[in-house]
């Protein structure tokens, strides 16, 4: 995992460098609670991420150029954008058609 991605106690959530982009995108202990179905901690947060982080990292990049986010401007990132991204994975892998 790439040591610029880490949990900010401040604001409760996992944040990670988007390349290219010139800014952090910050995904809620919220966020990971609805994918997780529990509580997480923030160790759990980032086991997640390490998991997935491909998705994670395409769902920056599809918000980005969904919403046409300036570069060097922060984001974040919900429940339904990485769920969108795993969804997509998950078909891809299955041989389904988007």
């Known amino acids: 995992m790439n ?4 949990w900010r106690a401040d604001i409760t959530s996992l944040v990670f460098p988007v390349q290219g982009h ?3 995108c910050a995904v809620h202990r919220g966020a990971f609670r609805t994918l997780l179905g529990s509580e997480p901690s923030p160790e759990e947060c980032l ?4 998991r997935f982080e491909e998705a994670f ?3 920056a990049g599809a918000k980005i150029a969904r919403k046409a ?3 060097g401007t922060s984001l974040h990132l919900t429940s339904r954008d990485i769920a969108r991204k795993l969804l997509e994975d998950a078909q891809i892998a299955s041989g389904e058609q988007l």
Do not use: D, K, L, Q
């Open 47 to 50: 086991g997640y991420f390490r």
């Open 57 to 59: 990292r395409a769902a």
């Open 3 to 6: 040591a610029e991605v880490h």
């Open 69 to 71: 986010i300036p570069a």
């Open 22 to 24: 010139g800014a952090i």
